[in-house]
């Protein structure tokens, strides 16, 4: 089974990153799929926006749950890329699925929270989820189990991922106990004997963020699930490689 090509926030590494610019170039360089993150307006909208404050990403400052959605939309996002003449805006996740439903894309939506104003989170994901009706194509993941199974609760047919910074027999417990799908897992943790023990477990690997050439190639065959990459098109190029080799084609 090939590994999945997903594009960290989208095709991050060249344009502003979890924006629809991204997504679409993400599209367009040959990605399987997209990871992304949501929050909460303060108005209970769900977001894709990564950071807790917009201070990095925008011109405004503060939290991103201090702001109505209205308020978060009149922010241009920064392009340190200058990569496209129009401005970007902080997109929603319902505008996210819309565009993404008639597209073969995987999504992978994680679930950023971090204090008791965003509690409604998984909930509103939920809603907006099953309001899109294309649960089959998408992830869930989170590094908080309570939230997790929250959500799981909610819409049982859309797969789960845990997020995990490194493996050990309770992560595997972890995972089997909350019934996730998946188990994504920093770099720095990733060999073949962990992935050889996640399979034992019947659970499946992805790994982030993987960037340099020769991290991709190396991680590459270990049969994960899917590597998450800023740099969609190099993953890509060394996959078509490795294909054209495997059957001959010098």
């Known amino acids: 089974m090939r590994t999945k090509n997903f594009a960290h926030?989208?095709?991050?590494?060249?344009?502003p990153e979890n924006t629809m610019l991204a997504f679409e170039q993400a599209y367009e360089a040959g990605a399987d799929g997209i990871e992304l993150d949501v929050r909460?307006?303060?108005?209970?909208?769900?977001?894709?926006?990564?950071?807790?404050y917009v201070d990095r990403l925008t011109e405004g400052r503060g939290k991103v749950n201090s702001?109505?959605?209205?308020?978060?939309?009149?922010?241009?996002?920064n392009d340190p890329f200058l990569s496209d003449l129009k401005a970007q805006?902080?997109?929603t996740l319902a505008e996210y699925l819309k565009w993404v439903k008639d597209k073969p894309l995987l999504t992978n939506i994680e679930l950023k929270m971090k204090d008791e104003t965003d509690r409604e989170?998984?909930?509103q994901v939920a809603e907006v989820i099953h309001e899109a009706g294309?649960?089959?194509?998408?992830?869930?993941?989170?590094?908080?189990?309570?939230?997790?199974a929250r959500f799981a609760s909610r819409l049982p047919s859309v797969q789960t991922?845990?997020?995990?910074?490194h493996f050990d027999e309770q992560v595997v417990e972890d995972a089997t106990h909350l019934q996730v799908d998946f188990i994504h897992l920093k770099k720095d943790s990733v060999t073949e004997e962990v992935v050889q023990a996640a399979h034992k477990n019947g659970k499946a690997i992805s790994t982030w963020t993987i960037n340099e050439p020769e991290e991709l190639k190396k991680l590459n065959p270990l049969l994960?699930?899917?590597?998450?990459?800023?740099?969609?098109?190099?993953?890509?190029a060394i996959q078509d490689e490795t294909d054209s080799e495997d059957a001959g084609i010098q």
Request: net charge positive.
């Open 161 to 165: 991922a845990l997020l995990v910074p």
């Open 89 to 91: 805006t902080i997109p």
């Open 224 to 236: 994960l699930f899917a590597i998450i990459t800023d740099f969609p098109n190099r993953l890509k």
């Open 40 to 52: 909460l307006t303060r108005d209970k909208k769900v977001v894709i926006f990564h950071d807790e």
């Open 134 to 148: 294309i649960q089959k194509r998408l992830i869930v993941s989170s590094f908080f189990h309570e939230r997790l």
């Open 9 to 15: 926030r989208g095709y991050s590494g060249s344009y």
């Open 67 to 77: 702001f109505t959605l209205k308020e978060l939309q009149a922010f241009k996002v």
């Open 121 to 123: 989170l998984e909930d």
